[in-house]
């Protein structure tokens, strides 16, 4: 029964990798999109490949932050499984509605409310939840400065130029901001699933003596005690569901982030994604987990900035932040719903 137990959590990891896929799909293609530089096939199909190949760039900071939120040692394998469900369930709901809520917070808010009602508040790594939810107010607010300073250097550096031609040019460019961004979305987000899946197999084997642990589920460590490496099948594995995700689209969250924030052009999609790459980049470095939505949503305000402050529909955004503020909280509560189901049901 464990071992079922364990590939179910398996294959639910991978399925809400694929799901986060086409949910936050309108993050590496919403820009390039609205601003007609690809068609939607041709965007997602150029967004899939880059989060594919995100695994050949990135370094495993996330996975290793990710696994810490809770103390693996103190919590079973029927924690993680009410986690993931919830975070199914929640982002299936924001996806129906169009709201472009972050995958990765989902993912945080459910492990963390299980293991809660599973095993009380200490459980919890409070650093490692205290730095998450600070970034669902710092990225976009460094997405947002980011992309508004890089707009301004543009617009000096490119200010005697023919305008005609630097629309040419800046399509071009969006073909490689938004490659970047895909890139840093594929790295960032597929490595909270397998954060995700080497805590479950953290738990599974925590009583075994380590030198019986196969060679299928073997995690090495740093000397200063960070994960080093995990087995390939699940790099590989989360990287190619959450690019076929992407080539399944998200089109409702499309709509809202390439249109309803603000009018975009190739200039400014130029701006906003090469805005958020660098954020996504600079927080995977340091292995912070940061929501690839919030970055992009950010991003999109800066460069509107630059126009005019009322360029920013500020009432969608609003709207926006309050499903942000209420994803940790609300997947924390139906996860540890979730789990008091399985404690009813006998299960645990």
């Known amino acids: 029964m464990s071992f079922t137990l364990l590939i179910v959590i398996i294959v639910l990891a991978f399925l809400f990798d694929f799901i986060n896929g086409f949910h936050d799909a309108a993050n590496s293609i919403a820009t390039v999109v609205s601003t007609k530089v690809l068609k939607p096939l041709q965007a997602v199909v150029w967004a ?39 975070s199914i369930i929640w982002n299936l709901f924001t996806w129906y509605l169009g709201i472009p809520s972050s995958s990765s917070h989902t993912l945080v808010g459910g492990f ?4 809660i009602a599973f095993a009380g508040w200490n459980v ?16 976009p607010l460094f997405g947002m400065i980011f992309s508004y300073v890089f707009s301004i ?37 597929a490595q909270k699933v397998m954060g995700i899946i080497t805590a479950t197999l953290l738990v599974y084997f925590k009583s075994v003596d380590p030198a019986q642990i196969p060679d299928w589920a073997q995690i090495t460590y740093t000397s200063s005690g960070h994960i080093h490496t995990i087995p390939f099948w699940i790099v590989i594995g989360c990287h190619s569901a959450i690019a076929l995700g992407t080539l399944s689209g998200g089109w409702r969250i499309i709509k809202t982030m390439g249109t309803k924030i603000t009018k ?38 800066g460069t509107g900035l630059t126009k005019r402050v009322t360029a920013v529909r500020w009432g969608v955004t609003i709207n926006l932040l309050y499903a942000w503020l209420l994803t940790i909280p609300v997947t924390m509560v139906i996860a540890a719903l979730i789990y008091y189901l399985f404690m009813l049901f006998g299960w645990v």
């Open 264 to 301: 975009l052009t190739p200039f400014e999609g130029v701006a906003a994604e090469g805005a958020g790459a660098l954020l996504l980049f600079g927080t995977e470095a340091f292995g912070i987990p940061v929501s690839s939505t919030h970055t992009i949503a950010g991003a999109i305000m």
């Open 124 to 139: 919890v790594h409070s650093d490692i939840i205290i730095k998450i939810v600070a970034f669902i107010v710092l990225a």
């Open 153 to 189: 250097i543009l617009l000096w550096f490119f200010r005697k130029f023919n305008p005609t031609r630097l629309k040419r040019w800046f399509k071009v460019g969006q073909l490689f901001s938004s490659a970047l961004f895909s890139l840093g979305h594929g790295g960032n987000d």
């Open 112 to 115: 963390a409310g299980a293991a």
């Open 48 to 86: 899939a490949f880059f989060n594919l190949v995100a695994f050949l760039v990135f370094e495993l900071h996330i996975v290793d932050s990710i696994s810490k939120v809770v103390d693996t040692s103190a919590i079973n394998l029927y924690v993680i499984l009410a986690g993931i469900i919830a």
